[in-house]
């Protein structure tokens, strides 16, 4: 049962570039989330996802980011026009599906991240 | 500050000793959770705690959580060099039904061989 893939595990690119993560989360979960974390600091929620649905976008910034979870395929975070400041580490989770619920199960399983470097 | 800050910054302690860390937050919570992070990889689930409960256990893990004084503590009994890590809490607020994670800026673990 393969964990949560990320990829690519590290991703260079130049300021004004477009910089796309992508995640899969674990079998049978539906829920994913997108976290970010600058060196030193712990994780920073961005965004909360279901298929097809954003469901809390509450620590996403306003301008150039923005994410999808599609019917099929992965989830994808996508920086437009990067700067050196969005240099961190990306990090993805999902959690199950409960059937006939809304609520998510509690326990988030963390993928390996995208290291992203802005030059 | 922001929720889920953890205390020490860094510990460093010998094989086989044990190891406290201590979590404080602001706000109610559903639950608190501990994660480890190895240098330079993700994170890995150690345990959760609910709000309704007062201790857990896992291994050699021991969780403790404190609702009336908004903290929890992680003990790693006879600690192995293989325990050096980051170590952070987070806690689940539930807000609308999102479920994010709030977490410290975590706890830097050395255990010497």
């Known amino acids: 049962n393969a964990g949560v893939m990320q990829n690519p595990r590290h991703l260079v690119r130049r300021r004004g570039q477009e910089a796309r993560l992508r995640c899969s989360p674990m079998?049978?979960?539906?829920?994913v989330y997108w976290y970010r974390q600058l060196p030193e600091e712990g994780l920073k929620f961005m965004v909360y996802?279901?298929?097809?649905?954003?469901?809390?976008e509450s620590g996403m910034p306003k301008e150039r980011f923005s994410a999808e979870f599609p019917k099929e395929g992965p989830s994808i975070l996508r920086i437009q026009q990067v700067v050196r400041g969005d240099s961190a580490a990306y990090f993805c989770?999902?959690?199950?599906?409960?059937?006939?619920?809304?609520?998510?199960?509690?326990?988030?399983?963390f993928g390996p991240g995208t290291r992203l470097l802005v030059l | 500050s922001q929720q889920g800050e953890e205390d020490p910054q860094a510990l460093s302690i010998q094989e086989g000793e044990n190891a406290t860390m201590n979590c404080s937050y602001k706000?109610?919570?559903?639950?608190l959770q501990w994660y480890r992070q190895n240098s330079g990889r993700g994170l890995v689930h150690l345990i959760l705690?609910?709000?309704?409960?007062r201790e857990k256990h896992s291994g050699r893990l021991r969780v403790t959580l404190d609702t009336s004084k908004k903290s929890s503590s992680l003990l790693i009994t006879a600690s192995r060099a293989a325990d050096t890590a980051s170590y952070f809490c987070?806690?689940?607020?539930?807000?609308?039904?999102?479920?994010?994670?709030?977490f410290g800026k975590g706890t830097k673990l050395s255990v010497i061989p």
């Open positions: 989770a999902s959690s199950p599906t409960v059937p006939g619920l809304y609520s998510p199960q509690e326990t988030q399983y």
């Open positions: 079998k049978g979960h539906s829920h």
């Open positions: 996802l279901q298929k097809e649905n954003i469901i809390d």
């Open positions: 706000t109610s919570i559903n639950n």
């Open positions: 705690i609910r709000s309704n409960e």
């Open positions: 987070a806690t689940d607020h539930s807000g609308a039904g999102s479920y994010q994670l709030t």
